[in-house]
């Protein structure tokens, strides 16, 4: 089953970042978190952190972000979740993008008025308490993010006894959505790996931008052949 992935927003610019969501959308991949930058992303890894400034420096409009949103909704199949920090919800106004243009908004530093975004989805640690997870459960909407462990995004992990797997059925047990897990997830039998532990399905991020670096557009169409 083929994993979610990350992929930032126009990167590494606006021809080639169509050109990897086509490859996206050829292996029927079901759902793509859009990044959008943030000057202090923490939470993620060298390289991510690296892509946000230059994006940052590239410059981006709200106006341009609800131009492409709108591409994409009328070329592709996939859901788009949008992941950003708080930063990134108000450099961008995200309050004001129409909601049909996204199913699910991921604040990585910040719980969002639900009234103005209906739509968030929980980012859980493995060392969330249980009712914290409870409570996430119930404003979550589209699916859980569920950390594989309290660190960043691209981290070596490994995934057999992982910390996620501790409470990953309490959010089974509360959540009618389902749970995903990232932070570390780079092959195929990484995903096998989650799945076999009960979760829903996987992330790849770092390791998706991580190919393209290496080959670009041909080695991610291999990269994509070997989760099928």
Known sequence: MMPIFYLPI????RETFFQLLDLLQKYQ???????????NPFLDGELIQRINHQLLQAGLSTAELTKILLQIREKYTFQVV???????VERFSLQELPMDLYAGILCVDAVLSQITFPKQVALVSPA???VDVKTQCVLSHTFIYLMTH???TGEKVSLENAPYQEILPLLKHYSKDPVYVGFGVKNAQDVSCIRDSGADGAIVGTEFLH???LGGLSQIEQYLQSFQ
């Open 29 to 39: 991949v079901p759902m793509v978190e859009i990044g959008l930058p943030a000057t």
């Open 211 to 213: 190919q393209y670096e």
């Open 128 to 130: 969330s308490k249980a």
């Open 10 to 13: 126009s990167y590494p610019d």
């Open 150 to 152: 309290s660190g960043k």
């Open 82 to 88: 949008l992941m950003t920090y708080k930063e990134g």
